[in-house]
């Protein structure tokens, strides 16, 4: 399993995960434009079952992409952040954050998987961002069934990357089962006023 410093952003995904989640090989959904992400946000992931929190700061670019700056809130001097770049995308009538992990620490990403990471996101009545990510066995599963086309690394640990073109990828996403794959809530952020 790689050791990677995944957070989103998205994403944010991907949140000191231990393993990096599945990722495809192209963008999910139609670009989409979407105010409400901009600005500071404090999420709450559980890792390892145990709750973990993170700023996320959402600063949307001139070309409709957003850079996410995330910063780990137990992290020591110097550590603990990472960069993003994020897209937001419609997937029928869901809305997805395709998140790339550009640097951890000051440094750039190495050694994972070219392509970007898929999350699903919503707001509830409260107006908190929940984030849901491709659940790892669900997706290689799909992978080694055929119903998408992609790749899965050798035994238990292997990454799993859905390697099919836009249009299959988004036309399988947006059933639903492929909209099953996007597992339980991962994340729950919080707006800063």
Known sequence: ?????????????????????????????????????????????????????????FLPQGDGTITTVMV?????????????HLTTAR????????????QTDGKPEEGEPNGTIPLLYRFDAKGQMLLYLLDDKATKAAIKAGKISGTVGQGDDGDAIITADPAALDKFLSTKEGLAL???QFAVLHKVP
């Open 72 to 84: 780990d809130a137990d992290a020591k001097p110097g550590a603990g952040w990472s960069t993003i």
């Open 1 to 57: 399993m790689k050791s990677v410093h995944a957070a989103l952003a998205a994403a944010l995904v991907l949140l000191l995960a231990a393993c990096y989640p599945p990722s495809t090989a192209n963008p999910a959904g139609t670009p989409a434009k979407d105010a409400r992400i901009a600005g500071l946000w404090l999420g709450t992931t559980m890792m390892d079952k145990e709750p973990h929190k993170s700023w996320f700061h």
């Open 182 to 184: 996007f597992g339980k």
């Open 91 to 102: 997937l029928g009538g869901a809305t997805i954050l395709n998140a790339r992990m550009l």
